[in-house]
């Protein structure tokens, strides 16, 4: 028992700490059933930079919100659609700031004791270890990638956007984030108010 325990508290850890976005979304109008179609808007105006600016990455980006869109009974319509999809991802460089604890390590002594043996006193050497002292904090900044997918469902008849939804998050591997883009864009979609 104790063994499948741990095993299902492992299984926990690994898949909590799987993804490493943030996922929000965003409506100011309800999507209801006057929205059925919908057509992609032109690359032009879809925005994708450094390590999302390649063909593979559109492709997985326009092919999973597609089949996200499927799933929720839309109907891909490129003459007269009710909502234009765009979409924008973005790599920034920022800098991130940590502050770590400093010790002082006092180095280990040998120090003069005295000691009584049979009422006679002796001197002996003894060596002492001190504890680390706390001296302070030391600021250490980090240079990261930061990548933001945004998804865009745009009122083709009023030409504005009546839902976003997007993932934030650390890019440490350009490939695994070109990897990772049908998941990430699966679970922006969870965020879909339908």
């Not at 943030?22 to 929205?35: A, P």
């Not at 057509?39 to 600016?53: I, Q, R």
């Not at 680390?132 to 945004?150: D, F, H």
Request: glycine residues 6%.
């Amino acid at each position: 028992m104790k063994k499948q325990m741990l095993i299902l508290l492992g299984l926990v850890a690994i898949l909590s700490s799987c993804s490493s976005y943030n996922y929000y979304s965003v409506s100011n109008k309800k999507l209801n059933d006057e929205y059925r179609t919908y057509a992609w808007l032109p690359e032009g105006k879809s925005k994708a930079s450094s390590v999302y600016d390649n063909d593979v990455a559109a492709d997985k980006i326009v092919e999973t919100a597609s089949a996200e869109l499927n799933k929720r009974g839309f109907e891909l319509n490129n003459r007269k659609p009710d909502l234009l999809i765009r979409y924008t991802a973005v790599v920034n460089r920022e800098t991130k700031s940590y502050n770590e604890p400093v010790y002082y390590d006092p180095p280990g002594r040998y120090v003069p004791r005295v000691g009584i043996h049979r009422g006679r006193a002796f001197y002996y050497y003894a060596y002492r270890n001190p504890f680390p002292v706390y001296v302070g904090n030391e600021q250490r900044t980090v240079n990261v990638k930061q990548g933001s997918i945004m998804i865009d469902l745009i009122d083709r008849r009023s030409k504005k956007v009546i839902w976003r939804g997007w993932a934030e998050g650390e890019l440490n591997n350009p490939e695994k984030a070109i990897n990772q883009l049908p998941e990430v864009i699966e679970n922006i979609f969870k965020k879909f108010p339908v």
